[in-house]
């Protein structure tokens, strides 16, 4: 019995490989637009399709990082300044690419622009929530409808960057919430797109070390957000609440990966294969560690968070 099993997931597995190879042809035509390619994914997978062939338009946040981008790839790259949170930027942006695809249409779009911020959701304020909820899912949510016309006429590619958070919340402020928006709003327009013959697939990075989760940033932030708490909520926490949250978040971002061409390696496949996957785990800590995570019952990845994270002044 164990031995037919075993089989038929070796023969499953081989069928999955050999269909996951196929390559969509004429790539060096296809146009992909990608956002937050100032650094991180964004920027690697701006110069890695690049390299690849394809007509890579490039949408940084500043000029410096346009002009960087610009400096290490071919003279194919074309970039755009880009702001996820302002309309009227998005719709110059749209434009911009409508000029350039033409009546090829988009064949690929990649929302990678983020930002990270963790913290206690007691620490912040509403406008702390809705500045992360800006750019990494209403702002995603716009670019996308924009930019849809488009892609429905090439019948191409979505992919959104979701993450490990957005399967596991531990306590990340409006990040988790805002990656778990990012998962839902990709479900639902992938059933919608599929009729389109548009393709949506979503990346959901494991630990990794770009200027978002700058092992500086994110503990100064945290801080930042202390210090304008209430003074009852200070008190009920603890300053030694607040030091040892800050140390665990620094633990974990020792064990982050620096090689983030695993994500972009994702991405890319599922720019490129004739059969992208639905999602896309990437990084060992995502597929051994948080994917198995989401699937346990709640009381025991609420045990898990008990055991790993601070107990506040005032706990029960």
Known sequence: MWLYLVALVGLWMLLRLFRERKVVSDLHNKYVF?????????????????????????????????????????ERLETVILDVTKTESIVAATQWVKERVGNRGLWGLVNNAGICVFAVNEWMSKQDFATVLDVNLLGMIEVTLSMLPLVRKARGRVVNVSSVMGRVSFGCGGYCISKYGVEAFSDSLRRELSYFGVKVAIIEPGGFKTNISDVKRLPDNVEKLWDQATSEVKEIY???????????????????????????????????????????????DAKLFYLPLSYLPTFLVDALYYWNFPKPAQAL
Request: net charge negative.
């Open 34 to 74: 990608i956002t937050g390619c100032d650094s991180g994914f964004g920027n690697l997978l701006a110069r890695q399709l690049d390299r690849r062939g394809l007509r890579v338009l490039a949408a940084c946040l500043t000029v410096e990082g346009a002009e960087q981008l610009r400096s290490k790839t071919s």
């Open 238 to 284: 603890g300053e030694k609440y607040k030091d040892s949250y800050i140390e665990t978040i620094r633990s974990l971002m020792d064990t982050f990966s620096e090689d983030l061409s695993v994500v972009t390696d994702c991405m890319e496949h599922a720019l490129t294969a004739y059969h992208p996957r639905t999602r896309y785990s990437a990084g060992w």
